[in-house]
C-alpha cells in the first residue's frame, strides 16, 4: 500500500478541531501542555519539519489500515453464509480491502461448522505484519544517507553506540521513526521490556561487543579515540490520566517508573566500571515520555554523567516557550535550557553541566521531538484518542525492530519463557481485555535475529523458536485449548531491513 493512499485513521486538523477537548482525570477539561490554543487555533513552530509529519501521517495511515480493516473484513465475510461461491467472494473482499487472500483450506471446511473466524482473523493479522515489515525495510533502504548523516552526529557528539531500552507498551512502539525521529542505524540498539526493566547483564554484554569491535576493526572510531557508549532508558507517563493510564508495571505510578529506569541504567554503569575499572567510559540518559502527547523529559546528566529525577527538560514546556520565535532563536533557546537546568538547585543540583557532545545530542532529540509534537496536533488535535492499550498483536523475542508505529504491538523480549514470564503475562492480561473479551484470540508473532556470517546459527535459532512456541503454549494452554491463541514464527537476518522468514512452529 503506497504512502500516497487515502488517510482514514489519522485524522486531519480540520476534522480534530471538532473533538471535545479530553478530560482530565479529575474530570477537567485539558489544556494541552504545549500549544493552549487548542482546539480553536493549531501551533506552528518553527523548527517543526512539516514535510516529514506529512510523510510520516500517511505511513501510519497505510501501516494501521490493514490492520483495522481486518475486523469489518470478517463481519462481511461472516454474512456471506454458505452462499456457494463463499470462498470467490470471501478472498474477492480479502483481496480489496486487506491486499491479500485468506488461506485457502480454511475458507473450504467452511461448510463444516461455519466460518472459522480466529483462524481467519490470525493469519490476517500475520499477513498484515509481514505487508508492514517489508514496508519499513524499503524505507530503511532508502535511508542510507540519513542513517549515515545520524552516525556522524553521534561520532561528532563522542558517542561510538547508543543502546536504548524502553518500556514494552505498545504505546512507545513508534520511538525511534516519530517520537525521536532517528534513523535506522548500526550504531543504535534497541529493546523494549516491561517497566523499562531491562537485562543488565545483556547489555553489559553488548558493551563488551562494541568495545572489541573498536579494538580489532576501529569502527566506528578508535579504542584511543575518547569516544563513548551511551545507554538510554526511556519510561512514560500519562498526562490526562497519571493514576490509571501509566506504566502498567509499576501501577501507573511515575515515581516508580523513573526510579526504577534510573535504577537500572545506574547498576549497567557501575557493573562496567566494577569490572573494567574507570578508564571503560560511559554515558547514561534518562528519557520520559507522555503517551498523550508524545512530548518528551530528557534528564540532563552532571558533568559527572550523574542523572537526577529532578533535574530535567520538559520538551512541552520548551515547545510553548519557543512558539512564535524564528528558528535560529529557537534553537538558541534549546541550548539555554539544556545549559539552565544544570544550574538547578535542592534535590536536582548536580555537579557542572554534561560535555558539549551530551548537550548537543540532548539539543538534537529535543528539536526532533518537536516536530512529534506538532504531529499529534496536527493530525490528533493534540491527544491521542487511544489513551490506554490498543495493540493489535504481541511480538515476542527480537521483536520487529522495522516496524515502528505507536500502539501497534506489545513486545516481549525474551530468549526463555521461564526468563521472560513476568513480560508475557502482563501481554495476555492486555490482550486478554483487548481480543479475549471481544471474542478474538490472541496472535503471536515470535520472531529471532540470526547472523548469515555465522554458520548454522539460522537453523539453531529455528530451534530456538520452535521450543520457545512449546514453552508459551504449555504456559497458556487454557488460551490455547480455547481457540484464543494463535503463534506465528519467522526469522531474519540481523541487518535491519532483511525479510521476514516464515518458520514452522513444530
Not at 537526577?308 to 533557546?333: C, H, I, P, W
Request: hydrophobic fraction near 40%; aromatic fraction near 8%; include cysteine.
Amino acid at each position: 500500500m503506497p504512502d500516497s493512499m487515502p488517510m482514514p485513521m489519522a485524522r486531519q486538523f480540520s476534522q480534530a478541531v471538532h473533538v471535545q477537548v479530553p478530560q482530565q482525570a479529575d474530570g477537567k477539561p485539558a489544556v494541552h501542555p504545549a500549544c493552549a490554543s487548542l482546539p480553536a487555533h493549531q501551533c506552528h513552530h518553527a523548527l517543526v519539519n512539516k514535510t516529514e509529519n506529512d510523510r510520516l501521517a500517511r505511513f501510519e495511515s497505510s501501516i494501521k489500515r490493514r490492520f483495522d480493516e481486518i475486523v469489518p473484513v470478517l463481519k462481511e465475510v461472516a454474512a456471506l453464509g454458505a452462499s456457494r461461491d463463499f470462498t470467490e467472494q470471501a478472498n474477492r473482499l480479502a483481496e480489496q480491502h486487506l491486499g491479500h487472500p485468506f488461506p485457502e483450506g480454511v475458507l473450504e471446511r467452511s461448510w463444516i461448522h461455519g466460518v472459522d473466524v480466529p483462524t481467519l482473523y490470525s493469519s490476517s493479522i500475520f499477513s498484515a505484519l509481514a505487508a508492514g515489515v517489508e514496508q519499513f525495510s524499503q524505507r530503511i533502504h532508502q535511508e542510507v544517507a540519513d542513517a549515515q548523516s545520524l552516525d556522524a552526529l553521534l561520532v561528532d557528539c563522542g558517542f561510538h553506540a547508543i543502546n536504548v531500552s524502553a518500556c514494552a507498551d505498545g504505546r512507545l512502539k513508534g520511538l525511534f521513526t516519530y517520537i525521536l525521529r532517528l534513523p535506522a542505524s548500526d550504531l543504535l540498539r534497541y529493546s523494549t521490556f516491561a517497566g523499562t526493566l531491562f537485562d543488565v547483564e545483556d547489555d553489559i554484554l553488548d558493551w563488551q561487543a562494541a568495545e572489541l569491535r573498536r579494538f580489532r576493526e576501529g569502527y566506528p572510531s578508535t579504542s584511543d579515540s575518547g569516544t563513548r557508549y551511551l545507554k538510554v532508558a526511556v519510561y512514560h507517563r500519562s498526562s490526562l490520566d497519571p493514576m490509571h493510564q501509566g506504566c502498567a508495571a509499576h501501577q501507573s505510578n511515575e515515581k516508580l517508573a523513573m526510579e526504577a529506569a534510573l535504577e537500572r541504567l545506574q547498576q549497567f554503569r557501575h557493573g562496567i566500571e566494577n569490572a573494567f575499572c574507570c578508564g571503560a567510559s560511559t554515558d547514561i540518559l534518562l528519557i520520559g515520555l507522555d503517551t498523550d502527547t508524545d512530548a518528551i523529559r530528557i534528564h540532563v546528566p552532571d558533568s559527572h554523567g550523574d542523572l537526577s529525577l529532578f533535574r530535567s527538560v520538559d520538551n512541552a514546556e520548551l515547545y510553548k516557550k519557543t512558539l512564535g520565535m524564528n528558528a535560529d532563536q529557537a534553537r538558541l533557546a534549546i541550548y539555554e535550557a539544556i545549559a539552565n537546568v544544570s544550574d538547578v538547585g535542592g534535590w536536582g543540583q548536580g555537579d557542572g553541566k554534561p560535555h558539549d557532545g551530551m548537550r548537543r545530542l540532548i539539543a538534537n532529540l529535543l528539536i526532533n521531538n518537536l516536530s512529534q509534537i506538532e504531529y499529534v496536533i496536527e493530525n490528533f488535535g493534540g491527544w491521542y484518542p487511544d489513551r490506554g492499550h490498543g495493540e493489535r498483536f504481541m511480538s515476542i523475542g527480537d521483536g520487529f525492530q522495522e516496524l515502528q508505529v505507536r500502539n501497534l504491538s506489545y513486545y516481549a523480549h525474551l530468549d526463555t519463557v521461564e526468563e521472560g514470564a513476568a513480560d508475557l503475562d502482563v501481554g495476555v492480561k492486555i490482550f486478554r481485555h483487548l481480543n479475549v473479551e471481544q471474542g478474538l484470540p490472541i496472535p503471536m508473532a515470535i520472531n529471532y535475529r540470526y547472523d548469515a556470517n555465522v554458520p548454522g546459527h539460522r537453523e539453531r535459532i529455528i530451534i530456538k523458536l520452535q521450543r520457545v512456541a512449546a514453552a508459551i503454549q504449555a504456559r497458556y494452554s487454557d488460551l490455547l485449548s480455547e481457540g484464543m491463541l494463535y503463534l506465528h514464527g519467522s526469522v531474519q537476518n540481523q541487518k535491519l531491513g532483511s525479510p521476514l522468514e516464515e518458520v514452522p512452529l513444530t
